[in-house]
């Protein structure tokens, strides 16, 4: 099967999913207690004629079904409604943190990728003395930390005792060189445990291929240890780390909503958390349903990635 | 004699062991043996007896804790010297210094060398090899220490000179590249060509070891190549780089029968069409007959009898050979059962003392227990200088008179031998 044929039937196949998806997200509003009527009253007493206006205005006298598939409609248009608080729309008050999102969740990820993976190659090359078991302890470190510890540890000591960066973040554009300085903390933070993790499945998928028989083929070629082990060794073992790292995605988006609460970073996580006290059920849904298609996506580029490292997967 | 009599390939006194947490293991104790240019030279025993380690200790492909503990390798290829004096002036050998590249015969193409008209420059080699920058180095005779050359100097070695096949085709080849980048990338590495070059002398190998459309099929990823075809695909990227001394290790064991007269058709025409010499490694002595000129039975990690193929077949000297012979299955032998060597190979870590096959040897007496035999010529009991096959040796106390049975068993052994060889051929 072609790759193009086979990501069409990925993307078919994603239909479903995402429709799973929002009928969760949606359910969300059934499943809390007390009538949604309530949390647009914030729980205030009110009189049962504004009630009942209300639930006609949100449609709330309809069936079930009608109600997800107006939403739906909704959705589908990035048409969230208005913030029950700030009385903004969902929509844009998410796309303005999602820059400081993106930003604080690709420096993440990009440093669990730019040290897990490199150092997991190098613990593999010496595996078995002091270096690997080195590297086993700090991933080990890396991997019981907790974020939000980490991250008060580092601003204590970076930001308040050495004040190398600030403790708030200056109110920049996304992109200026003020907010990406201050961006590399929070980074750190978010990044630890998956470097750690991404470099242990590394370093194992790697000891793994090296034993095979092809490495010694390639040895016996005369290629040079530096091109064995990155054109023919790496390239084999990323197909069980991508895997892991297309999970680790999910743990950023996670972490990130921790991570953005101590460094007060400006980000969709604060948001969620904001809508959470102060039972702000659209956005909240809103976020919800963009974190869960997130990892929907991610998943199908690392399905792609699969097929693409190694030519004997195309499903 | 002129240096071109010399055997291509001298190993003398390999010793190869791996440090294990039992101790250690001695797998490739002692070995010496030559190969001639296009020779085709068989390394035969069990598993366990050291085949494999002996081959990849000449390509310097032991990894730990394998250690080559002694011995010398010395590989005589012009173009292997040049090469090397070429690229790593520094690693020549000259007469105040010590060097890895040993040139004796080392001259420009032209028969001159810088300002320095007709002179053959065995004194001065290293300043030549530099001089000599564009490749018109040409060395009529020397030879390489592959032991003592540094990892730079064996990977211009490895698949340029010696090349390798392996056991099993089907985990031999990189499953994530293409077969024919498995070729392409060792002819950009050794004989500096570019991408387009490199692709058409793949495919030209492709078709040379048989795989039809071999255009197309550059472009296939392993596992769409049946397993014949892939060990196909391993010969080609072993002779893609014109080597002069190809290993193969048990290249048919993995493969269907008819797969393997294939393979074997296939190997026996390439080094009688490109001069290429073999060092095939098999249990297997229906492949030796099939297409070898000499062989080594080793056992435990030593030698135990070399000789020609058609002595070996026709007049086995050592006992193990004989078992090994009369282990084969034929057409015509109504026997209900095949012979077997009873036992099994020694613990490597602890050799028996004296003759290491003498646990096993039906013929074994005291003196088997404490001495061990050396190497010698069969006919007059006196080991040989040089190890060459064209002489027939055998490690048993047998030949150098120290068994007090010696006509019995004499005998036995050529009994034995008279039934299982006649037959054979």
């Known amino acids: ?315 | 004699m002129s240096a071109n009599d010399k055997p291509l390939l001298s190993v003398d006194g390999l010793q190869t062991s791996f440090y294990t947490e039992e101790g250690e293991v001695k797998a490739v104790n002692d070995v010496s043996y030559q190969i001639d240019r296009g020779e085709r030279f068989a390394v035969v025993g069990e598993s366990g007896a050291g085949k494999s380690v002996t081959s990849l200790s000449l390509m310097r492909l032991i990894d730990d804790p394998g250690r080559i503990k002694g011995g010398d390798v010395t590989f005589r290829s012009p173009s292997a010297v040049a090469t090397l004096a070429r690229k790593f002036p520094e690693g020549v050998a000259t007469e105040n210094s010590s060097g890895y590249i040993h040139v004796a015969e080392l001259r420009a193409e032209s028969g001159s060398v810088g300002d320095d008209p007709g002179a053959t420059v065995r004194d001065r080699p290293k300043e030549v090899a530099t001089e000599l920058d564009d490749g018109s180095l040409h060395v009529e005779a020397g030879h390489v220490d592959v032991l003592d050359a540094p990892a730079e100097a064996m990977q211009e070695l490895r698949g340029a000179e010696i090349a390798m096949i392996f056991q099993d085709p089907h985990t031999a080849l990189n499953p994530v590249y293409t077969v024919g980048e498995q070729i392409a990338e060792a002819i950009r590495k050794h004989l500096d060509m570019g991408e387009k070059a490199a692709r058409e002398r793949a495919i030209d190998m492709l078709d040379r070891v048989g795989i039809p459309d071999p255009a197309e099929r550059y472009s296939d990823y392993p596992h769409e190549f049946s397993g014949g075809m892939q060990q196909r695909a391993v010969i080609a990227i072993a002779l893609s780089c014109d080597p002069s001394l190809i290993v193969a290790d048990e290249p048919t064991t993995a493969l269907d029968v008819t797969i393997e007269a294939q393979i074997l058709d296939l190997l026996k025409d390439l080094s009688d069409d490109e001069d290429v010499a073999i060092q095939l490694i098999t249990h297997d002595l229906g492949v030796v007959a099939e297409l070898c000129d000499s062989v080594m039975v080793m056992y435990a990690g030593k030698p135990v009898e070399r000789s020609s193929v058609e002595e070996l077949y026709y007049d086995p000297k050592h006992p193990y050979t004989v078992g090994l012979m009369s282990s084969i299955p034929r057409i015509g032998d109504d026997r209900d059962r095949l012979e077997t060597v009873p036992g099994t190979m020694p613990d490597l870590v602890q050799l028996p003392s004296g003759c290491s096959f003498h646990p096993r040897c039906p013929y074994a007496e005291d003196a088997c227990i404490q001495h061990e035999p050396p190497l010698v010529d069969t006919e007059t009991g006196e080991p040989i200088e040089e190890p060459d096959s064209d002489i027939h040796t055998a490690a048993c106390l047998e030949y150098t008179g120290d068994l007090q049975d010696g006509v019995d068993f004499d005998v036995q052994i050529r009994e034995d031998a008279a039934a299982d060889g006649g037959e054979s051929v």
């Open chain 1, 1 to 315: 099967m072609s790759l193009q044929r086979y990501l069409i039937k990925r993307l078919l196949v994603m239909i479903p999913v995402l429709l799973g998806v929002t009928i969760l997200t949606f359910s969300l509003t059934k499943m809390l207690p007390g009538s949604p009527v309530d949390y647009i009253l914030q729980f205030q007493e009110t009189t049962p004629g504004l009630r009942e206006q209300l639930r006609a205005q949100y449609n709330l006298n309809e069936p079930i079904y009608i109600q997800y598939w107006l939403w739906l409609r909704d959705a589908m248009m990035l048409d969230f409604g208005d913030s029950l608080i700030s009385d903004r729309s969902v929509s844009g008050a998410i796309l303005n943190r999602l820059p400081n999102t993106l930003l604080l969740g690709a420096m993440g990820f990009g440093i669990a990728i730019a040290i897990g993976i490199p150092l997991g190659v190098v613990a593999a090359i010496n595996n078995g003395n002091t270096v690997d078991e080195a590297s086993r302890v700090a991933a080990l470190i890396g991997i019981a930390t907790p974020n939000f510890w980490l991250g008060l540890m580092l601003l204590l000591v970076f930001s308040v005792q050495l004040g190398l960066f600030r403790v708030i973040p200056p109110d920049k554009a996304v992109l200026s060189p003020a907010m990406l300085k201050f961006v590399i903390l929070p980074a750190i933070t978010l990044g630890t445990a998956s470097s750690a993790l991404i470099m242990r499945l590394t370093r194992s998928s790697m000891v793994e291929e090296l034993n095979k028989d092809y490495v010694r083929t390639a040895k016996a070629k005369g290629l040079s240890e530096r091109t064995v082990i990155v054109k023919h060794v790496l390239r084999n073992s990323m197909v069980s780390v991508v895997t892991v790292a297309a999970i680790q995605v999910a743990f950023i988006v996670n972490g990130s909503v921790v991570v953005e609460q101590v460094f007060s970073w400006p980000g969709v996580g604060r948001l969620l958390i904001d809508a959470i006290t102060q039972r702000d059920l659209p956005v909240l849904q809103a976020i919800v349903l963009m974190i869960a298609v997130t990892i929907v996506f991610v998943n199908l580029v690392a399905d792609l990635l699969y097929s693409w490292l190694d030519p004997r997967i195309r499903y």
